[in-house]
T-cell receptor, first 111, second 116 residues
Framework: SQLAEENSWALSVHEGESVTVNCSYKTSITALQWYRQKSGKGPAQLILIRSNEREKRNGRLRATLDTSSQSSSLSITATRCEDTAVYFCATDASGSWQLIFGSGTQLTVMP | NAGVIQTPRHKVTGKGQEATLWCEPISGHSAVFWYRQTIVQGLEFLTYFRNQAPIDDSGMPKERFSAQMPNQSHSTLKIQSTQPQDSAVYLC??????????????FGSGTRLTVL
């Protein structure tokens, strides 16, 4: 079973709408990271949120972390077609350097 | 900065042949990681080097797979006697590895290996 897992296989929205991808994880963590992978490319980090942080923003992206429920969310506002990608959450268990990825959520933004 | 460079982008081998995949990490990064990505298994960790030294290869299949980092500018992943189940995208990533508890990984675009 995965250390971290996104809660949806796929989401689709229309351009301009907002969308949220959720992630749950199974152990105490040092930080949680959100990555995005576009077709034919490797994953690229969007946000790293540490265990002592509750919210982090990066432009149109906002990540939250709730250590009590062991969950995180990534919200994207004013979505664009170029936001179409697979979104992964990834965690490293406390004391471990290993970064373990969830299965990913395919987000499709339609014109 | 060109980012992490992986070559070749695509490789097709016949069953039983050897495949060598190359990775050039970002200059100045001291940690290099290899992952394998398939539809079924997702992103799987294979192995990790720090300052060229192998630190953890717990994700590597014990037979046929080996990884090396002969210098700070490149790492190789070698698969001997390739099998159809080895077909996947192999991703290399590097990080600064400053000793922080969480690091950003910078991935290359991957090598798509197809074993016929």
């Amino acid at each position: 079973s995965q250390l971290a897992e996104e809660n949806s296989w796929a989401l689709s929205v229309h351009e301009g709408e907002s969308v949220t991808v959720n992630c749950s994880y199974k152990t105490s963590i040092t930080a949680l990271q959100w990555y995005r992978q576009k077709s034919g490319k490797g994953p690229a980090q969007l946000i790293l949120i540490r265990s002592n942080e509750r919210e982090k923003r990066n432009g149109r992206l906002r990540a939250t972390l709730d250590t009590s429920s062991q969950s995180s969310s990534l919200s994207i506002t004013a979505t664009r077609c170029e936001d179409t990608a697979v979104y992964f959450c990834a965690t490293d268990a406390s004391g471990s350097w290993q970064l373990i990825f969830g299965s990913g959520t395919q987000l499709t933004v339609m014109p | 900065n060109a980012g992490v460079i992986q070559t070749p982008r695509h490789k097709v081998t016949g069953k039983g042949q050897e495949a060598t995949l190359w990775c050039e990490p970002i200059s100045g990064h001291s940690a290099v990681f290899w992952y394998r990505q398939t539809i079924v298994q997702g992103l799987e960790f294979l192995t990790y080097f720090r300052n060229q030294a192998p630190i953890d290869d717990s994700g590597m299949p014990k037979e046929r797979f080996s990884a090396q980092m002969p210098n700070q500018s490149h790492s190789t992943l070698k698969i001997q006697s390739t099998q159809p189940q080895d077909s996947a995208v192999y991703l290399c990533a590097s990080s600064l590895d400053q000793g922080a508890s969480a690091e950003t990984l910078y991935f290359g675009s991957g090598t798509r290996l197809t074993v016929l």
